[in-house]
Each structure stands twice: as C-alpha cells, then as structure tokens.
C-alpha cells in the first residue's frame, strides 16, 4: 500500500503564492496517476490538478487553469503543487490522492494523503 503525505499548507495574502508537496512511499508500482483535490468549509472535496507519472500528461480544475501548476520529481517521488495568483476561494485542505489513470483518480482515488490547510486572506 502507498502512503501519501502532504506539507507545505499555510496562510497568505490574496495574490500570494505558495507551494505544496506530497512524497509517496511504500507500493507506489499501481499509482501512475497523482494529483490534488481540496475541500473548503462546508463543501464537498473537489478534483484540482492530476499528473500522469510517466507520460507527464497534466489536466486542472477551471477553478485553477492558468494560476496552478503540477509537477513531479521522480527521483524523489513527489509531487508538487505551485500555486499562484491565490485567492480566498481557495481557502480549503488540500489532498493529495493517486490512482492506477488519471480518469480513476477524478472519479475515486485509490489513496488519500491526511491533507494540509491552505487559507487565503483578503
């Protein structure tokens, strides 16, 4: 089974940046999908940034296009988010999550990291 830790959550101003990273251990030969969901208060988790971990193929949230950025490090095994031009709807724990494909890991990721706050002020 792979493990899926966050860090790198926090508070910021609106038009911040900030940048948050997930390391995998344990199995990770069936997650070749790895992304981000996040889940503000009183919401339901949503899908925010998905990377494939060979192809490198990347697919956002609308929410998102333009201002996030996905990366990954496999040498590492991590994935980074890099987040720009926040918001306060931004404001929200942010999981991470793998996947055997990327339409798996939109639909119902397999495995779920503990999430990390990201809280952004006006």
């Known amino acids: 089974q792979v493990q899926l830790v966050e860090s790198g959550g926090g508070s910021v101003q609106a038009g911040g940046s900030m940048r948050l990273s997930c390391v995998a251990s344990?199995?990770?030969?069936?997650?070749?999908?790895r992304g981000w969901f996040r889940q503000a208060p009183g919401k339901e988790r949503e899908f925010v940034a998905v990377?494939?971990?060979?192809?490198?193929?990347?697919d956002y949230a609308d929410s998102v296009k333009g201002r996030f950025t996905i990366s990954k490090d496999n040498a590492e095994n991590t994935v980074y988010l890099q987040m720009n031009s926040l918001r306060p709807a931004d404001t929200g724990a942010y999981y991470c999550a793998s996947a055997p494909t990327i339409t798996m890991l939109r639909m119902s990721p397999k495995v779920w990291g503990q999430g990390t706050q990201v809280t952004v002020s006006s």
């Open positions: 990377v494939h971990w060979f192809s490198g193929s990347t």
């Open positions: 344990g199995r990770t030969d069936d997650t070749y999908a």
